[in-house]
């Protein structure tokens, strides 16, 4: 049995560590709450960007490939996978599941004869790819704690240069998307081309209450310009406001996270605390029973 000193020595390490778990707790939680709102104020834009790029692309038909952003190209040889990960740890699982999830989606990609590029959002995503010999053409680092959206526009050019440039033929994107702070899912969307992204998808859970009302309407809509040079316009703000979103949405998952896995921690040390406590308890006991001891074998060994 450890010695009275030592559980006490333990006990206040633990102690000070529960302090560092609810101070990281209660910063989590207040910008959560901040993340929140920002989250809320870009989707109904999202949103709308979304709709009117699809209805856009519905109205084009097969003029949508005139322009090179939106032209499909002959082969799906070559994938490329967009992570969005955090700069940070300390948050359970929000990290390792966005990287399990793309390093599978690899290998499915590379089982079908597909080669693939790796890009990463956050020094965890970054780091992980680099470890694993999978170098991202692409690392965005030091602005997962609150994303503007200059991160997201770079993030999208470089993505949509290499999809115009032939150096890829598919983009799709993996994060986080935050339900609640105790909830967090792993999405994946295909961004590009715009044929087979997710935003033609009439089951898109964002859009699909303003699509039923909407649906009934595209055959009143004028385009002037023609769509096609709508598009051209809608595209590459579509690519923007999709990857800001991925974002936001990270980052607060990322916190509601953090938030969660910090009161677990500091919950679990209260009752390391308590178990140790109950621990120096006997260890007090016994050193009082063999100090009781001592004194009555000596007063025996006198009488």
């Known amino acids: 049995m450890s010695s009275q000193r030592d559980v006490q020595n333990r006990i206040g390490s633990i102690k000070n560590i529960e302090k560092i778990t609810r101070a990281m707790e209660m910063v989590a939680a207040a910008r959560l709450r901040r993340a929140e709102q920002r989250i809320s104020a870009l989707r109904p834009y999202a949103g709308a960007i979304r709709r009117m790029t699809r209805q856009a692309a519905e109205a084009a038909g097969s003029e949508i490939s005139s322009l090179p952003v939106l032209k499909q190209h002959d082969t799906d040889e070559k994938v490329a996978l967009l992570l969005v990960t955090g700069d940070r740890g300390l948050a359970g699982a929000f990290n390792s599941q966005i990287i399990r999830a793309g390093l599978r989606a690899a290998a499915q990609h590379e089982d079908e004869g597909r080669k693939v590029t790796f890009y990463a959002a956050g020094r965890r995503g970054v780091s992980t790819l680099t470890f694993r010999k999978r170098e991202p053409a692409g690392a965005y680092t030091g602005f997962t704690d609150r ?37 967090q899912e792993v999405r994946r969307e295909t961004l590009l081309p715009l044929q087979q992204a997710t935003i033609l998808d009439e089951s898109e859970h964002d859009d699909a209450g303003a699509d039923s009302q909407e649906g009934k309407q595209h055959a009143l809509v004028e385009y002037e310009p023609d769509p096609v040079d709508i598009l051209g316009r809608l595209v590459p703000q579509y690519v923007e406001i999709s990857v800001f979103r991925a974002l936001l949405e990270s980052t607060a998952s990322e916190h509601g996270a953090r938030m969660t896995a910090m009161r677990n921690a500091s919950e679990n040390a209260g009752t390391l605390i308590d178990d140790l406590t109950l621990e120096m308890n006997r260890a007090r006991q016994a050193e009082i029973t063999q100090e009781i001891m001592e004194v009555v074998s000596g007063a025996n060994a006198l009488s």
Do not use: C, K, Q, W
Not at 153 to 162: C, F, G, N, Y
Not at 168 to 176: S, T
């Open 147 to 183: 994303p503007a959206y200059a991160n997201a526009r770079e993030i999208a050019d470089d993505l949509t240069a290499a999809f115009v440039d032939g150096d890829v033929d598919r983009v799709e994107i993996f994060y986080n998307g935050y339900v609640s702070p105790l909830t």
